[in-house]
């Protein structure tokens, strides 16, 4: 099974006469789409009585929900307790999406800083697996997806994120498509680009937790530097297309879960992605 939605509220469901997110759960069902991601990107602030309104709200109708950790994890920091910050964001994040009835935590790995990329890579390493260490003490069903970065400083391309999914099985990839264009500078163009990473990782982690990886997808403006801001589907310059991959994922028999990131469009967008499968 394939689960499509859109990360947070998009405009056109503020001009429905929506307001609360709880109201994504009939929102979401009108339009056909059965996902949804709640971003903490400033922090984790959440009142449970907003979650357990929430996840009533979208159990009701079968909308599934991720959340997304604070944007600025980084596990490649030189300090200890930097370190220790980053997996208090992670563990409360991971409450937080308990309480609202998930059990998928996107999370960024890290950036560069002053070392060198190889330094921060093993940095990273040993970090997440102090991380997963920590986080087998939690008695709650959770999966922490590494996301790929678009910008060339931050810590995150495709095998990286692989590498770190084979520390613990708590670690599933999360692929940002419109995040590995911008980082190739556009290097995602025909059916085969997107084959190629789909093998990859098949071959590297193993069909069952490839199948079920993460997916934020949106188009995305990039420069020499990589990633400078996310778009909408009206783009037809920085792509990229979302089409060849829904094939894949189809011919594959893949059963991911997508979260389409356009800037104001993504319920809109997603509707357009879910649309591009034959059984989603
Ligand atoms: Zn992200």
């Not at 991380?131 to 995150?156: D, R, S, V, W, Y």
């Not at 089409?243 to 059963?255: G, I, N, V």
């Amino acid at each position: 099974m394939i689960r499509i939605g859109p990360s947070g509220n998009s405009d056109s469901f503020y001009a429905s006469g929506r307001k609360h997110t709880y109201q994504e759960g009939e929102f979401l069902h009108e339009l056909g789409l059965n996902a949804f991601e709640y971003s903490f990107g400033r922090g984790v602030s959440m009142s449970d009585e907003t979650a357990g309104k929430i996840k009533t709200e979208l159990g009701k109708y079968d909308i599934a929900i991720s959340v997304h950790a604070p944007y600025y994890t980084n596990f490649a920091n030189p300090d200890p307790e930097m370190i220790q910050k980053s997996i208090g964001y992670i563990i409360q994040s991971i409450n937080a999406c308990n309480k609202l009835g998930g059990e998928r935590v996107v999370f960024h790995p890290a950036a560069c800083g002053k070392a060198t990329r190889s330094e921060a890579v093993a940095a990273t390493a040993r970090n997440l697996a102090l991380l997963a260490e920590k986080c087998h003490e939690i008695a709650l069903p959770f999966k922490l997806c590494a996301e790929t970065m678009g910008k060339l400083n931050q810590i995150g391309t495709v095998e990286e994120i692989v590498e770190f999914c084979l520390i613990d099985d708590m670690f599933y990839p999360c692929f940002d498509f419109g995040h590995i264009n911008s980082y190739m500078r556009g290097g995602l163009k025909t059916k085969d680009d997107y084959r190629r990473i789909l093998d990859y990782t098949i071959d590297k982690l193993g069909f069952d937790k490839a199948s079920q990886m993460h997916v934020h997808f949106s188009k995305i403006m990039y420069g020499d530097k990589g990633e400078i801001k996310h778009l909408t589907f009206e783009d037809t310059k920085y792509g990229p297309d979302y089409a060849p991959l829904a094939e894949l994922f189809d011919e594959y028999k893949m059963s991911p879960y997508i979260v389409c990131e356009s800037n104001g469009t993504m319920s809109d967008d997603a509707l357009i992605m879910k649309n591009l499968h034959k059984n989603a």
